[in-house]
């Protein structure tokens, strides 16, 4: 049977989603569904960009855009960047790039420009990044970027009172709007996890790839999921984000 996998962030650990493709034995008959930050953090962000444009023509395939790949995007187009950027994993990725011909800078570049900032499926279940503000829905945003910046979606489903019903006029509207909503950008490990975390009808599958963490993908109708090594531990000369 058809799959729907949602791959968290994976921050240049080429290696872990080998592994975890693998572990969880993905076919073409699977949805996959990326949910940003392929990288900035191990150096292997060119592979990781190489092997979703194959996989891209031999799977089903959604992209989502996470606030790494589009400053990667504005550096390959303008090679401007900032110090936060350059400081969180920006540095090694621009290293590995320069080691690539223009004609492969440029196949990047237009993968980049190809990514969704969401996606909403036939169960209005909402794949983004990081989350959105508007109180209408995603739809309605007035500043896109949000959807690859933003955590108070996170944020507020951590603080949400446990025992609150969804009809009570405090529950936030922006989790009334979707069946669920699959997120990464924030990681787990701030929380002390390296699991997806649900929290209301919020799914983190950030369960800190940059960091100590694992790479994950996880069945969307199950929730059953598979787990790289700790990343660190396939990149063992690198720090990471770390």
Excluded at 75 to 82: A, C, G, P, R, S
Excluded at 121 to 131: M, P, S
Excluded at 206 to 235: H, N, R
Aim: negative net charge; glycine residues 6%.
């Amino acid at each position: 049977m058809s799959r729907t996998l949602i791959i968290g962030d994976i921050h240049g650990s080429y290696k872990a989603v080998l592994q975890i493709l693998e572990r969880a034995k993905v076919t073409t008959t699977d949805r996959l569904i990326f949910l940003g930050d392929f990288v900035d953090g191990w150096g292997q962000s060119p592979e990781v960009i190489d092997l979703l444009i194959q996989l891209k023509e031999t799977h089903h395939c959604i992209f989502m855009r996470g606030n790494h790949d589009d400053l990667l995007l504005q550096w390959l187009q303008t090679k401007t960047y900032n110090d936060e950027w350059f400081n969180h994993g920006g540095k090694i990725t621009t290293e590995s790039y320069y080691a690539l011909s223009p004609e492969k800078r440029q196949l990047h570049t237009l993968f980049l420009e190809s990514l969704h900032d969401y996606f909403l499926d036939d169960e209005n279940r909402l794949f983004v990044h990081a989350g959105f503000t508007n109180l209408n829905g995603v739809k309605h945003e007035y500043f896109t970027r949000m959807f690859y910046w933003e955590r108070t979606l996170w944020e507020t489903a951590l603080a949400l009172d446990k025992t609150m019903e969804r009809t009570h006029p405090n529950y936030p509207k922006r989790f009334t709007l979707y069946k669920e909503i699959f997120i990464g950008h924030t990681p787990v490990t701030r929380i002390g996890q390296t699991v997806p975390v649900n929290m209301a009808n919020i799914w983190n599958v950030d369960t800190g790839a940059a960091f100590k963490g694992p790479l994950t993908i996880m069945d969307a109708d199950t929730k059953e999921y598979w787990q790289s090594d700790p990343v660190y531990t396939l990149y063992p000369e690198e720090n990471g984000r770390n």
